[in-house]
């Protein structure tokens, strides 16, 4: 029995996940865009957050009216926390006060259901960093985040090498990239520019 770990990550076109001053989505959202965010959230999986995303999902469901939040609400989550305890005014929630990178890759051989983490850029990055993810889905918004950027998964992060799965433009602005990360190790030998023969 195993399963797979997905990371769902949004950002402007300078790797930010959010941004001070701008609205949600960038301002920049669709109707395709919109749609691919219900069928994302359709399946069956397992939500996976860090505390101060839960926190901020929690509050978004209750607050704004979008088309896939019902299937938030349905869905099961686990959160990672030291400090948050049950209940967690989240439906379906539970809280884990343990080690993410242990917890995951226990769950991941112990359950065939896929799991997802959307933000969370301290546990996902941890999660990167130990190999554990087998999609990383990256909705990257025609932005630029600049000064105001905040929330950036890949900065100061490990390296990886990204085999590109999937590919599609959303609204006609927006991309959707899947990828299948595999940890950076070292160069192979006879790639990149090479040498002039000197003579």
Same mark, same amino acid.
């Given at each position: 029995?195993?399963?797979?770990?997905?990371?769902?990550?949004?950002?402007?076109?300078?790797?930010?996940?959010?941004?001070?001053?701008?609205?949600?989505?960038?301002?920049?959202?669709?109707?395709?865009?919109?749609?691919?965010?219900?069928?994302?959230?359709?399946?069956?999986?397992?939500?996976?957050?860090?505390?101060?995303?839960?926190?901020?999902?929690?509050?978004?469901?209750?607050?704004?009216?979008?088309?896939?939040?019902?299937?938030?609400?349905?869905?099961?989550?686990?959160?990672?926390?030291?400090?948050?305890?049950?209940?967690?005014?989240?439906?379906?929630?539970?809280?884990?006060?343990?080690?993410?990178?242990?917890?995951?890759?226990?769950?991941?051989?112990?359950?065939?259901?896929?799991?997802?983490?959307?933000?969370?850029?301290?546990?996902?990055? =941890? &999660?990167?960093?130990? !190999?554990?993810?087998?999609? $990383? @889905?990256? %909705?990257?918004?025609?932005?630029?985040? +600049? #000064?105001?950027?905040?929330? =950036? &998964?890949?900065?100061? !992060?490990?390296?990886?090498? $990204? @085999?590109? %799965?999937?590919?599609?433009?959303?609204? +006609? #602005?927006?991309?959707?990239?899947?990828?299948?990360?595999?940890?950076?190790?070292?160069?192979? @030998?006879?790639?990149?520019?090479?040498?002039?023969?000197?003579?």
């Amino acid at each position: 029995m195993s399963t797979t770990f997905t990371v769902d990550f949004f950002c402007s076109l300078d790797g930010y996940g959010m941004a001070r001053g701008w609205p949600g989505y960038w301002g920049k959202e669709g109707p395709e865009l919109i749609e691919d965010r219900v069928r994302t959230f359709a399946q069956d999986q397992v939500l996976v957050f860090g505390a101060t995303t839960f926190r901020q999902f929690r509050k978004f469901v209750g607050l704004f009216d979008e088309p896939y939040y019902d299937s938030l609400n349905e869905l099961p989550k686990i959160v990672f926390s030291g400090t948050l305890e049950e209940p967690l005014g989240w439906r379906n929630s539970t809280v884990l006060n343990e080690d993410a990178v242990t917890a995951i890759e226990r769950l991941k051989r112990t359950t065939d259901v896929p799991m997802r983490s959307h933000g969370s850029i301290s546990l996902n990055r =941890a &999660l990167l960093a130990a !190999g554990l993810v087998d999609r $990383l @889905e990256v %909705i990257m918004f025609p932005a630029i985040s +600049g #000064r105001a950027g905040e929330a =950036a &998964l890949f900065h100061d !992060g490990a390296e990886f090498d $990204l @085999e590109l %799965i999937e590919s599609t433009v959303l609204d +006609g #602005r927006t991309h959707k990239l899947v990828y299948t990360p595999h940890l950076h190790d070292e160069i192979p @030998e006879g790639v990149g520019p090479q040498l002039r023969n000197a003579g």
